[in-house]
């Protein structure tokens, strides 16, 4: 079994803007508890991501 989340942040400095890129990708025998997992993590940093910059830590 094996799971993998990517995720690129990339920085324009010419415009000041951030982008944002992620793939998922699992073998064939992942549980479908192994599998929500990965989409929750998905969900969490792409939420993550997408907030205002803070100092707080996501757990």
């Keep these: ?3 993998k989340l990517e ?3 990339t920085f324009d400095q010419s415009s000041q803007k ?3 890129a ?3 990708d699992h073998t064939q025998d992942v549980v ?3 599998r929500n997992i990965l ?3 998905k969900k969490a940093i792409l939420i993550q991501l997408e907030a205002p910059a803070s100092t ?3 757990h």
């Design 32 to 34: 479908a508890e192994e």
């Design 18 to 20: 951030c982008s944002i």
């Design 39 to 41: 989409e929750c993590m």
């Design 56 to 58: 707080s830590i996501l």
């Design 1 to 3: 079994m094996a799971m």
């Design 22 to 24: 992620w793939s998922a």
């Design 7 to 9: 995720v690129i942040v």
